[in-house]
């Protein structure tokens, strides 16, 4: 629990509906981050075209054809973008598992709100960039929990492997972290 004031870097034309002052946001495991919303968005044709699918072998497939050049320049960028969408897919899914392992108690990345503090906002204000996008200040009552992404397992690991190594971002040693992302579930009033 807490009532200390905390910031959500919101990416305008992503849920403005509930982003204005004065507004009260229930954060449960109903709420779908819209980090995570993207993301099935990108993942649905491929559930489409080839049903439950290992994203390992995926990956490794899209990877050899990389590597291959088999791409041509036309389609080029669209590959490089689903091949990227499979690679956060695949580290929030070991993320999600890593969680239910090693930190059962603290909130989904994929049913949260991601906030930070005052000292990190610059740094997660650059990350959104391009600015599209609105700060806002919020009263928050709840389950936080608090990490950094530098704590990330490396997307070039199997999904097993990042499961395992998610043990650092779930179990984080705050000391070592160059900046902090607070994943949060509850109640949030927006105050500014």
Known sequence: MSD???YHIHRTGDMDDLWYVG??????DNFQ??????????EFPLVQR?????????IST?????????????????????????????????????????????????HSIFLT??????????????RSFQRFSLNC???????????????????DDQVEQSRVYWIPEMEKAKHKEILFQGKAQIIA
Request: glycine share 4%.
């Open 4 to 6: 200390d004031i905390l």
């Open 23 to 28: 507004n009260e946001i229930i954060v449960d």
């Open 33 to 42: 981050s819209q980090f995570y919303v993207q993301l099935l968005k990108q």
């Open 50 to 58: 080839y049903g439950d699918y290992d994203i390992d072998d995926l």
């Open 62 to 110: 899209m990877e050899e054809m990389k590597s291959l050049n088999f791409m041509k320049s036309n389609v080029d960028s669209l590959f490089h973008k689903l091949l990227y969408c499979c690679y956060s897919l695949r580290r929030e899914r070991a993320l999600e598992e890593g969680r239910k392992i090693f930190s059962s108690n603290c909130p989904s990345r994929m």
């Open 117 to 130: 503090g005052m000292d990190d906002l610059s740094y997660w204000e650059s990350y959104v960039g391009n």
């Open 141 to 159: 009552f709840g389950n936080l929990f608090v990490s950094s992404d530098s704590f990330f397992p490396q997307y070039t690991l199997s999904f």
